[in-house]
């Protein structure tokens, strides 16, 4: 259920509670069978306009009850996502935050319990700052840390360009050191759609580069949207804190460093169809997994009538180490009669050497909705899987959205 009402005392506020559920059976191939029925609950609240106009609050979280066997990490499981204050300056840009939030700032992306400012003075230069506990929510994750402090120096001119330097340190056991990080990001836009868009991140604790990101995106025509560009990481650099030996798979050479060059192309053959097409070689400084090149073609039909959209993609990948070669087919369709919509999505890959056995996947997602009146929605999607993982996994999702926007009270 969704509203949105102003009340006597001025505020707004949104409200957002949506319910679905799973039925799942899993016939596995290792394990005992399976047979899943979480009932999940979201919720989202939104309150604008408290006191005055900039201040606002904000939260999310999910609930989950189980009503058949256990899920992984108990019967009963939640999480609160957001839950913080905010309040935007009238002038400059400018922001704070106090709670629980998600971070997005330059290179940094953590949720944190603490407080966040950030501010833009006269000329395009800005700063912002953080401060706070960090909120591990990955069950691979070593230790959660036990505070978490950084900021950002930034130059901007709106439409044009923005460059910042970033640092962080996170004190905690992260394979015996703390995390400290220093990371710049760079936008520039050179004329209609031709951008330049960077970011590299610093592992100071390791004296390692983390990850980088390089991409130079161009229309040369109306109808040509192209991008190149290179990316790579370093296990040890990237992942410190997630590279607890009691999780890490056998298989991982964590003193690995990953490479990567890429190149997509759209290209807008009508107002109706579109092709698809990229490239991608991918290096590995360790032997094993060793070095691959992909290649992947598609298109999407825009259609009038009952079919509204087709598509269609195929990607091959060839590897140094045949087990990693595979080919993934995917063809895709959706629709709508009055008010019923229906959609088909059909996925598989074809392996170059059988995976415990298996050598292909299946994956096909049927889903069909119904909107019974303006504010009342029902859908439901049935899925069937065959993997390595699962001799067959069937799962049947039911969802009830309702919406209502209103007004109540005023100034």
Request: charged share 20%; glycine share 10%; net charge negative.
């Amino acid at each position: 259920m969704t509203s949105m009402i102003s009340v006597a005392a001025a505020a707004e506020y949104s409200l957002s509670s949506r319910s679905y559920l799973y039925l799942q059976e899993r016939d596995n191939a290792i394990d005992p069978n399976d047979h899943l029925a979480p009932l999940y609950e979201y919720l989202s609240l939104d309150l604008w306009n408290l006191k005055e106009a900039n201040l606002s609050f904000h939260s999310y979280g999910w609930g989950r009850l189980d009503l058949a066997d256990e899920s992984v990490g108990g019967r009963t499981g939640g999480y609160i996502s957001s839950a913080y204050l905010q309040y935007r300056y009238p002038t400059g840009n400018g922001q704070a935050k106090l709670g629980r939030f998600f971070l997005a700032e330059g290179t940094t992306a953590e949720t944190l319990d603490g407080l966040f400012l950030k501010g833009t003075w006269k000329g395009g230069f800005g700063a912002s700052f953080y401060a706070g506990n960090p909120v591990e929510t990955s069950l691979i994750t070593a230790n959660g840390g036990d505070s978490l402090v950084g900021g950002r120096v930034f130059y901007v001119r709106p439409g044009l360009a923005e460059a910042g330097l970033g640092y962080l340190i996170e004190q905690g056991d992260f394979q015996g050191e703390n995390r400290e990080e220093a990371g710049g990001d760079l936008w520039v836009h050179f004329a209609h759609s031709w951008d330049l868009t960077g970011k590299f991140v610093y592992n100071l604790t390791t004296s390692d580069l983390a990850s980088h990101r390089v991409a130079f995106r161009m229309v040369p025509i109306d109808t040509i949207d192209l991008e190149l560009g290179t990316e790579g990481y370093s296990y040890d650099g990237l992942f410190q804190k997630s590279l607890h030996p009691a999780f890490l798979p056998p298989s991982v050479n964590s003193s690995d460093k990953v490479r990567e060059l890429f190149a997509d192309c759209e290209w807008h053959t009508s107002d109706r169809l579109s092709v698809h097409a990229g490239v991608k070689r991918i290096s590995h400084d360790a032997d094993d997994p060793g070095d691959a090149a992909q290649g992947e073609l598609g298109f999407r039909l825009q259609m009038r009538g009952i079919l509204n959209l087709l598509g269609f993609s195929a990607v091959l990948q060839t590897a140094d180490q045949p087990e990693n070669e595979y080919r993934e087919l995917r063809g895709w369709l959706m629709g709508s009669v009055k008010k019923w919509s229906f959609s088909l999505d059909a996925l598989t890959y074809l392996y170059e050497v059988p995976v415990n056995g298996v050598d292909a996947s299946i994956q096909i997602v049927s889903s069909a909705g119904w909107k019974a009146s303006p504010l009342l929605s029902l859908s439901g999607d049935l899925r069937y899987t065959q993997s390595p993982r699962y001799d067959e996994d069937l799962t049947v999702l039911l969802r009830a959205d309702f919406a209502l926007d209103g007004s109540w009270g005023g100034k």
